[in-house]
Nanobody, 123 residues
Framework: QVQLVESGGGLVQPGGSLRLSCAAS????????MGWYRQAPGKQRELVAT???????NYADSLKGRFTISRDNAKNTVYLQMNKLKPEDTAVYYC?????????????????WGQGTQVTVSS
């Protein structure tokens, strides 16, 4: 089992910044990619950003220029630097890790999710 522990969420004023962290621990063989997703009240979960072990990144188009994802492979930790935050960024942010483990039950690479951390942008 892999556990993902998120931290860094909280309350911030519009225009402010937050840095989220997510550390993976447990029985880890290989993590191919890690990422951040978010879910606002009444809305579907959406992609924020992902990063591979090689450093390739992918962002939601609307967030490019404000959010930056980074990764420390040695620590199995992913970060999300969020700048110029807006009230519409308010959501629960979830960390995700795609591992190199093959899940025979689902015939996919096994992925894991954190419990989520609340980010609230309000004046």
């Amino acid at each position: 089992q892999v556990q993902l522990v998120e931290s860094g969420g909280g309350l911030v004023q519009p225009g402010g910044s937050l840095r989220l962290s997510c550390a993976a621990s447990g029985s880890i063989f290989s993590i191919n990619a890690m990422g951040w997703y978010r879910q606002a009240p009444g809305k579907q979960r959406e992609l924020v950003a992902t990063i591979t072990s090689g450093g390739s990144t992918n962002y939601a188009d609307s967030l490019k220029g404000r959010f930056t994802i980074s990764r420390d492979n040695a620590k199995n930790t992913v970060y999300l630097q969020m700048n110029k935050l807006k009230p519409e960024d308010t959501a629960v942010y979830y960390c995700n890790a795609e591992t190199g483990e093959w899940d025979i039950a689902t015939m996919t690479l096994r992925d894991y999710w954190g419990q989520g951390t609340q980010v609230t942008v309000s004046s």
